[in-house]
């Protein structure tokens, strides 16, 4: 899976209303699907102000979605995500508008 | 124009379906429609048969969202999407079909429900797409 961010956060905007993040999952079979699921749960968890879309790497293509938004790849994830992945996103969430 | 609420039931900016339920009060097709929870629908057709309608605002909705609807609603009959700034991929149209659940717009379902296999119904850019890559 892969995580971007888009939309006024990440164009770095001082106002905006929510962060917006998008999973990207390779396979739209149903457990890659319920992966994602968790994955966007997992980060609600942390970030309530997060948006969170998820979309197969078919229907990212379909929609041209990275592109329109210009998202911003954050972070990739093989397999199953860890503790250390989530924590890599957060920081690197927390940190993006310093950078 | 993003969705108005990015996350799950993507509930409508105004809270509610108005222009939704106005149409379905005004289809020949439709027999009476029950507001179940903000996001879903039980609309009774003329015809007896009772489908379970999931709406929502979601800008992209793809299978994932699909599965996470149906994990905290129950198995579903359709699903509207209703803004025109959102839409829906062809792969959970595809898939929905293979469960005999119809995605649609507003528009495409009231056109669906004049269909007995509803779910089948394709717009004709759908129909184009389908034939482009030998689905049907």
């Known amino acids: 899976m892969s995580i971007y961010g888009f939309g006024s956060y990440f ?14 999952h390779n396979s739209t079979d149903y457990s890659a699907c319920l992966a994602a699921i968790s994955l966007k749960n997992s980060i609600l968890q942390e970030i ?3 948006g969170v879309s998820i979309l197969s790497r078919v229907a990212e293509l379909e929609f041209d979605f990275i592109q329109r938004s210009q998202a911003i790849l954050l972070v990739e994830i093989e397999g199953s995500y860890k503790d250390s992945e989530l924590m890599e996103l957060f920081r690197k969430v927390n940190t993006y508008k310093k950078t | 124009m993003p969705a108005h609420n990015d996350n799950f039931p993507w509930m409508s900016y105004y809270g509610n379906y108005n222009f939704f339920e106005q149409r379905m009060r005004e289809h020949t097709k439709v027999d009476t429609i029950e507001r179940v929870n903000p996001s879903v629908y039980s609309i009774m057709l003329t015809d ?52 005999q659940v119809g995605v649609f717009d507003t528009a495409g379902f009231m056109a669906a429900i004049n269909k007995n296999e509803y779910w089948t119904y394709l717009t004709e850019y759908e129909r184009e797409c389908f034939k482009e890559n030998g689905w049907r």
């Open chain 1, 11 to 24: 164009k770095g905007a001082s106002a905006y209303q929510d962060i917006d993040l998008l999973i990207v």
């Open chain 1, 48 to 50: 309530g102000s997060a």
């Open chain 2, 48 to 99: 007896g048969r009772k489908l379970k309608v999931f709406i929502c605002e979601c800008y992209s909705f793809d299978t994932a969202e699909y599965i996470e609807s149906c994990e905290n609603y129950g198995p579903v009959q359709a699903v509207v999407i209703s803004s025109n700034w959102c839409g829906y991929s062809l792969d959970v149209k595809r898939h929905c079909m293979s469960e």
